[in-house]
């Protein structure tokens, strides 16, 4: 059974930088894409940024583009952190890791597909108070 597990949320003043973290775990596991998204109260999730198996394509959303950095702590993307800095209190959300199984196509399309994703952690909550 594979698991992803978010650590690093928590509080932080607007303005602020705060890490987020995902491991996976299981069996013999490494994931293709990792994504981040977040959910706002009584939202669908949104997606946030990505990293590919090559631990260098990124993608990012416009909203957070210049603010976060995702970064794979190792070659398989077993661990994939979110760098999170000048956060606004419009940042505040549950953020998720998610993880695909196979190669997704080469576009931005692709890693912004919830459905592509394959695996999800439980979320951590991050609050930027203003």
């Known amino acids: 059974q594979v698991q992803l597990v978010e650590s690093g949320g928590g509080l932080v003043q607007t303005g602020g930088s705060l890490r987020v973290s995902c491991a996976a775990s299981?069996?013999?596991?490494?994931?293709?894409?990792v994504g981040w998204w977040r959910q706002f109260p009584g939202k669908e999730r949104e997606f946030v940024s990505a990293i590919r198996s090559d631990g260098r394509t990124v993608h990012y959303s416009d909203s957070v583009r210049g603010r976060f950095t995702i970064s794979s702590a190792d070659t398989k993307n077993t661990v994939v952190n979110l760098q999170m800095t000048n956060l606004q209190p419009e940042d505040t959300a549950v953020y998720y890791c998610a993880a695909t199984l196979t190669t997704l196509p080469r576009t931005m399309a692709s890693v912004r597909e919830a459905s592509n994703y394959d695996y999800w952690g439980q979320g951590t909550q991050v609050t930027v108070s203003s």
């Open positions: 299981g069996r013999t596991f490494s994931p293709y894409t």
